[in-house]
């Protein structure tokens, strides 16, 4: 495999365009953070319970591990979902015309969206494909569908996925950040998307869950369109 393309990418992608340090010269659209729904899609509201203290954050840290051996088949925690949604990726406030997310995004354009897989779901959230809408706190039901194994294999590049009660798939809309930072923009949808990623982990062993890393299926291109690319990688969780 050669790998100079990705490091030409890289350098090509150094050039930030001149951004004015005065905001009131700025366009409307580089101060406009954008939300993604499927309005005509029906919705299933999450808990907007507040989070009950847990762990101390530097427990967190040192309890944090990557672990594959989930129980199979164990059906979905609708709480556990929401936690993990709510404050790695999800809406804390929105005041003045802005919002504060749990994860910081360069410029605050916010190029990530999440997308929630159900392998073994439960009355509530059946299993199935679904669009995490940030502002209502809901999730916007795409499919609902079953998931067999060998459905998860060609999704997934590891076969311990499989066993997992669910998993979040990350994409990125790149034209969010390249509309204010240009080529530069590629950045901030990495870095964001990894915040996020850490924040499903932290949230996922504040709770006593398990959660590891998966590498999607090379074969799959269900994440990727024209306007909207899959990170490659998703948080799988399962509970102990």
């Not at 299933?44 to 954050?57: H, M, N």
């Not at 406030?93 to 073994?120: A, D, K, M, N, T």
Request: proline letters at 7%.
């Amino acid at each position: 495999m050669d790998f100079r393309l990705s490091s030409l990418f890289h350098q090509a992608s150094k050039r930030l365009p001149k951004v004015p340090l005065d905001p009131d010269r700025w366009p409307p659209e580089w101060k406009t953070t954008q939300f993604k729904a499927y309005e005509r899609l029906p919705k299933i509201p999450l808990s907007r319970a507040e989070l009950v203290a847990g762990r101390d954050y530097f427990d967190v840290v040192r309890a944090r591990r990557s672990i594959r051996d989930f129980d199979d088949g164990k059906p979905l925690n609708n709480e556990l979902l929401s936690t993990l949604l709510r404050y790695s990726c999800g809406l804390l406030e929105q005041e003045h015309g802005r919002s504060r997310r749990s994860h910081p995004s360069g410029g605050g354009l916010v190029p990530i969206e999440i997308y929630p897989l159900v392998f073994s779901g439960n009355a509530t959230i059946p299993a199935g494909v679904y669009h995490y809408n940030i502002r209502e706190h809901a999730l916007d039901v795409l499919w609902h569908r079953s998931f067999g194994k060998d459905d998860v294999r060609n999704l997934f590049a590891y076969p311990w996925v499989e066993h997992a009660s669910f998993a979040i798939v990350l994409t990125a809309v790149f034209e969010r950040s390249q509309i204010k930072y240009g080529e530069r923009g590629y950045r901030p949808r990495r870095s964001a998307s990894s915040v996020a990623q850490w924040g499903v982990h932290a949230m996922s062993t504040s709770r006593s869950s398990s959660t590891s890393t998966a590498l999607r299926s090379p074969s799959s291109t269900r994440w990727s369109s024209a306007s909207e690319l899959s990170i490659n990688t998703c948080s799988v969780a399962s509970y102990p």
